[in-house]
């Protein structure tokens, strides 16, 4: 079965009870325990969650005759850091 990348709320004080754990100590959690042990929480204040290669489709369809602002666009984006990485593989989402 593929796995899916899931966001989730809680309380700060119980992720870092996990977070906080030795290798031993997670190893004898329950299975959904040792995902948030594990788990990689967004940075605060993130801002706006977007998808960059939908958002630069759209800028070359609006701005298809404005090389400066593709360009930019362009740029903008290949320096942007992420905070979670691109997945490349094509799967669907039921599998």
């Known amino acids: ?7 989730i709320k809680m ?3 119980d992720y870092l009870t996990y977070s906080k754990l030795s290798e031993k100590e997670i190893n004898e959690l329950s299975y ?3 995902i948030i042990a594990n788990g990689t929480p967004l940075p605060k ?3 706006k969650l977007f998808d960059g290669e939908a958002y630069y489709a759209d800028i070359k369809k609006h701005y298809f005759d404005n090389d400066t602002v593709i360009r930019c666009t362009e740029l903008a984006l290949h320096n942007a850091k992420p905070i ?3 997945d490349t593989e094509e799967e669907s989402e039921d599998e």
């Open 1 to 7: 079965m593929a796995d899916i990348e899931l966001v």
């Open 11 to 13: 309380p700060k004080k």
């Open 32 to 34: 959904y325990e040792r």
């Open 45 to 47: 204040g993130h801002g």
């Open 84 to 86: 979670i990485e691109a």
